[in-house]
């Protein structure tokens, strides 16, 4: 391609709403534009990105087994209705009616076509095991589309769904993709983590995977084993609790302080001169509109994840002042298990701390001396909170948890038969009875993984597109386009490249040269090669992206090093 | 591929609402199934098709300079009432809101998103000319949607856009598009003819060709010269007048008769005894809502396009009864053009009449001897109707018209700057003045091809696809796969066609030959090889689908013809 007739302009600034580098650099490298918030056009160096990706997808997961499909975008709103996701996945779905006022959604995933679909088709155990995929355009109404391709409202996407007989083959289907993911995001020159996740509200039965790509910007906290392979997304992250070894029977009963204008943890450290982690801290949540209590120490974070899974509630909120007070009889700050008539989830650290100081229900008063099973009962003990940086792996027991950033690129989980059952979708078994089908989904954010390639692939001059993924290989700049030798020589390397199938773009405009070097470290394609005065004497200069070192070579070794 | 894991399913029987060959064939041979009215999926078979279709598609487009990008599907109902098509298109058009009630559309084109993105990008005319296409799914929201894949609401479209700083370069990108979609639609063994068309809602200005793929189910009609290459949808049509050689003195003053119940051109000749071509036909029109008369001769239909073009109006529709009688004072079947106080368009084959039977303007009553010129005033006179068969052919005055049916299949539009002056996309031209962009606009339906080609290659027992086309090339079939020898030769011959990078798919199912040959037949892979009790000797029977001719071989031989 030539660049005087590409359609590609280069920016010298980003917007200002462009905050991240992948955001940035790509519109200043011209490969997307905003059309409306979270909704881009790719442009032609864009396009040929998302196909370069494309071609590894099916390449991984045809030989992984999986078959391609394509679905329609365009849904009827009744099955998301019978799955219920119509109401779970709430103002995020997007809706639309029909001239003949009939309801649709526009899929942001396949979970109930594919289902309905192979119910259709398939009725024997024999037509099983069944992985089909598509790549394709999805929709979701983000509330604050963010990020250029990060967090977007349409958006491409690689969807498969795996169909089983057991849970071994769903094991084993889901074992193919974790796999075929692997090297998915391997051969697209990420650095990456596959993490143990939250099924979020997609829902399902047993486990599920995360792909994370490791980058400073990423929106999820990954908590990552120091000594074995153990890594989770903070939302499912487990460490492992000291052992509790204490006699409360030597605390002294409860004390009422007068604690005035003392509401938070720090003001109650700083108050009483004790540490946040002496301190049970008593939150009210709404899980589904119903009032619960929930007790953590003093320094944790609640992680409401996990409460929603131990609930089984679709929405989980803090409750605001005023259904604090009708709940607890005092406001936020002053909140303490004791006494309340909700029930109460009580983290496992609270239950290893000796006694702590609680809210009094009452205002301006916090308790002292307060004993777990003593001052108040015991009733739902779990794992309610975050993990920090530090605590024990609770698999190996040796290595310390650290913490990443990340950027979620794929996803696997097993559904198991929450839609099967759902929809009744059922196949007959070798004895002739019916059994809902075992499933299996598995995303891979295709958009996604062009911001994440960028992150992770760029300097301060611009992108450094790794050789599978950029859109042309070279990059040939003749410094003066109006020296015929320059030309000359330009148009012979670009002729023999073509004609050895490698990508190539040549920069024949008539800029000055200073202009085209900043474009080629924008646009970022792996190998630059400059024709310049010393093309004369058959010379050019070559030079890899990501090496950023330049040589003078002679044409032929010009043309055999990019065959290498 | 083994056909016993891909998920197809071929089935006995279509639904009954299946009534074209291409609808039936490809939901029976398991190449699509359907979510909702006008939207279908593509199981595998179907998705490999279109993956054919898109190569030849990128191939051809890119040789002629077009540029693949990717536009969004969600566009902002703004720019839509910014050119004006938010109204003219209607209720095809689909329309939602986001949750912060910001109106979208879903493209069913993408001339405003295009022109808006290449006003932003370009500013000289340097950077012209520019083609730009995408392969993208596009959404109209048919009130009667039909036919399978041939007139959808979700489908898949190849839709380009160009941009040129001249007419003449306009007439280039025209040009080479127009060629491109030959060499596509020939590639694709597709029959078919371009044929010039009116420009449609879609307006513009200039020339417009339409690709019709040539079949009896085809909803368009055609008319081609029997002599020259004259070819034209009917809307556009025009055929040669004779010349007017009569002496209209000679005709007799009016004469008033009384028709009751006499209202159709039908009822009017066998009650006056005359011949069709002896009548003036008076319709009543409402053009954007204002009343205009149209007078064709009886035997000739009119042409609402050409009327609406002339009028340059959005909406053309006959008046009814009603209207009617506030225009003229009676009701239809006894309007006549004599005393209307309304414009008058006058087909030129009226004014060629010495003289015709008209409505009276007053119920139960008609007028003989009426005379143009004489009678009523010829005020606007021009081409208001649809050729005939057999017509002289306009442009070389030797052949004569006939008539086709043709599947639209492709379109290619001057668009000129109909979008770019609506849009003020303007560019700088070598005098620095501000110029609109003078465009086109190039659309091929992707699914629709798939339909066309079933339509033109199929016989009484399934699809025989054309090999570029076929989603895979060759089909075993192993007689009897519990027979080693069979299956062996079949493993053999399946592994040494994979190696030569053939597509193949293997029927090891365990079903009788019988079923495998009928469902061979429906899926209609072009070469098919089946390895029965010969195998013992090394001989399979081998069978192209189009000749359908069983020729024993021996297996290097067939390995051997699947290669040529």
Redesign the interface.
Known sequence: ?RQS???V?TLREAPAEAEVASHQLLLRAGFI?Q??AG??????L???V??NIERILREELELA?A??????????AEIWKESGRYKSIG?EL???T??HQRE?V?GPTHEE?ITM??N???SSYRRLP?I?Y?IQ?K?R?E?RPRSGLLRG??F?MKDAYSFDASWDGLDQSYHAMYNAYHRIFERCGLTFRAVEADGGAIGGAGGTHEFMALTDIGEDTIAVCSHCGYAANLEKAISKEKHFESDRDRIAIIEKIHTPEVRTIEQLTQYLLIEPMEIMKTLIYLADGNPVAVLVRGDHDVNEIKIRNVLGVDLLMLADAESTVVVTGTTPGFVGPIGLSIPLFIDEAVIRMESGVVGANESEYHLKNVVPGRDFSIEHVGDFRNVKEDELCSRCEEGKLRFMKGIEIGHVFKLGMKYSEALGARYLDENGKERSFIMGCYGIGVSRIVSAIVEQHHDERGIIWPEVIAPYKVHLIVVSIKDETQRKVAEDLYNALRKREIDVLLDDRDERVGVKFKDSDLIGLPIRIVIGKDAINRNVEYMERSVNEKQVVSIDEALLRVNI
């Open positions: 391609m007739q590409i359609f302009n534009r059309l409306a909704i881009y056009t790719y442009m032609p864009g396009r040929r998302l196909r087994g078959q391609e499909m394509l679905m329609p975008a365009l849904q009827p103002s997007m809706r639309l029909d001239r649709f526009l076509v679909l192979v259709n088709e398939i069944l089909l598509q355009t929709f109404d509330r409202r349409e491409l």
